[in-house]
Each structure stands twice: as C-alpha cells, then as structure tokens.
C-alpha cells in the first residue's frame, strides 16, 4: 500500500491488519430498505455476507442511533470509525445514512464515517459524501459480467421498477463501476467487497479483482458464501454450498499481483461494537446505559 494511502487507514480496523488489534469501530443499523435482491441474503435478518447471520440486536433512528454512538464513545476509548452497512443499503437508504452521520459529527467531529453498499444507488450521492467526509466507501461487487450477476441477484429496483435477470445485473455492473470511478475521481478511498460462491463466480474473481484494481480500488477482501439452511436464503435453501477454506484461500492466492487482498474480516455483524473479533454492543440507545455485552 503506498504511503499516502496507509497514512489513511493506520486507524482503521477495518482496512488495517494492524489497527484492528488497537482501533474500535461501531456500526449502527439504521438503513433497513435495499434496492436488490441477493440469492445470499434474508430480508427477514441481516445480510449473511456482510454481517454475521442473525437479526441485528436493534433497528435504530438515526436520532437512536446518535445517542448510541456517543455512549459508547465514552465508554469505549478505542473508537475510531462508524460505520453504516446495512442491514439493507446505506446508499439506498440514503435520508437515514445521511442524517446519522450529520447528528454524531457534530458531537464527535473527528470520528471517521464509512458505509457499505451495493453500488446501484451510489452515483446518486457522490459529492455528498465529500460533502460529509466519508473518505472510505466499501462496494459488494460479485461480478463484472452481466451472466454471472444474473445467478447471483434475480432483481434490482431501479428508476423506481423492477428488473429482473441479465438486465438487471447489467445495469448494477454499469452502476457500481461509476460508483467506484466516481468516488476513486474525488479522492475516496474504495475497498471492494466479494461474495465467493463455489460453481458461480470462484473463477470469475480473478477477472473482479484485476478490474477493480485497475480502476483505483485500494483493498479487495474475499469473503466465504455463507449458506446454512437455517438463515432462509435462496441459496441456502437450494444447497448451494459455501467454499471451503482451502477454495477460499486458493482464489484470494490467485489473486496475487491483482488488488491487494485483506484477509483480517470477521464479516461482522450490521450493529457491531468493539475491537474486530469481539461484540460489545450493549448500550441502549435512548438512554446511553451500559448494557451486559458491554
């Protein structure tokens, strides 16, 4: 990673090996409404790639969930990042994203903002985030051809319809590429997240990872499909296994030369709290009182 870039994300545990062992970071659900469907993914509980599976412990305001964020601020020193990932998508779900960041900057100016999205709804909002000081945005981008996508993703809502199949993954590949040409333009830093799926697109990820890199992603993290039956989705219901270790790591060592890799996510929860690796996420958010997770 080149210096200005490390200078960048020293602090943060989420793109930093090294960080994540001293810097905290908190994610606060508060963007509940998605815009794709995901084979991966239950409405009914968090995305089970992004976060671990399970129901978040609380769907917050953003009013809610500014008042947690600075509790846990006085209670956890080690905090340095907030972020937004869900459980649906924090570009989509835009007015609720953009008001929690707007309420916990002005009572914690420093900390860092980040969110995660799929990108269909990101060029919408680009210099808003530059407007804010979002300076890391995570993309979920699980292919770059349309025939891939359209086994990952049945359909998008897009100009306020739906669109289903070839199209539809067409159109979130055009968009999430803006996305990432967009926010790499305003001096953003973009780490790129991918869902590997045995039979679907293990092979295509070397084709992700050198596109992503040569339109300025600064960190691709491969992450495992998680696929138990009893979390409800598609392609748990349809058996679709996930990878094992030794596919993971195959793919993320094919890889080498491409972006550069992070291999430290705990694929955390959308209302994580604490150091990566640990959950201590229990203060209520109305009155800022320790719970017993923290």
């Not at 020193?77 to 937004?84: D, K, N, R």
Request: hydrophobic share 40%.
């Amino acid at each position: 990673m080149d210096p200005a870039t490390w200078a960048r994300v020293k602090d943060h545990p989420c793109y930093s090996e090294e960080a994540h062992h001293y810097f905290a970071r908190m994610h606060v659900s508060v963007a509940p409404a998605c815009n794709i469907q995901c084979n991966y993914c239950n409405r009914k509980y968090d995305c089970s790639n992004e976060s671990r599976p399970g129901v978040v412990s609380e769907r917050l305001t953003p009013a809610e969930a500014a008042r947690k964020v600075i509790a846990v601020a006085n209670e956890v020193p080690q905090l340095s990042v907030l972020g937004i990932a869900g459980p649906g998508d924090s570009a989509y779900d835009w007015l609720k994203t953009k008001e929690t960041f707007r309420l916990v900057t002005a009572q914690i100016p420093d900390i860092k903002l980040c969110l995660s999205s799929n990108g269909l709804a990101l060029p919408d909002h680009l210099d808003e985030l530059v407007e804010m000081n979002v300076d890391h945005v995570t993309i979920t981008i699980n292919m770059i051809d349309p025939e891939v996508g359209a086994k990952i993703y049945p359909w998008i809502f897009y100009n306020r319809k739906r669109i289903y199949g070839v199209e539809a993954s067409r159109i979130l590949h055009e968009r999430q590429m803006a996305a990432l040409d967009g926010l790499v333009a305003r001096g953003i830093l973009v780490k790129v997240n991918s869902v590997l799926i045995p039979g679907i697109n293990d092979a295509h990820l070397l084709e992700v990872n050198r596109e992503v890199k040569r339109r300025g992603a600064f960190l691709h993290n491969i992450m495992p499909l998680i696929s138990a039956p009893e979390h409800g989705t598609h392609f748990g219901l349809t058996g679709q296994r996930g990878p094992t270790a030794a596919e993971l790591l195959a793919v993320q060592e094919a890889c080498a030369g491409g972006a550069n890799l992070m291999k430290h996510c705990r694929q955390c929860r959308a209302d994580a709290v604490g150091l990566l690796g640990e959950d201590r996420g229990g203060i209520h958010p109305r009155s800022g009182a320790r719970g017993a997770g923290l």
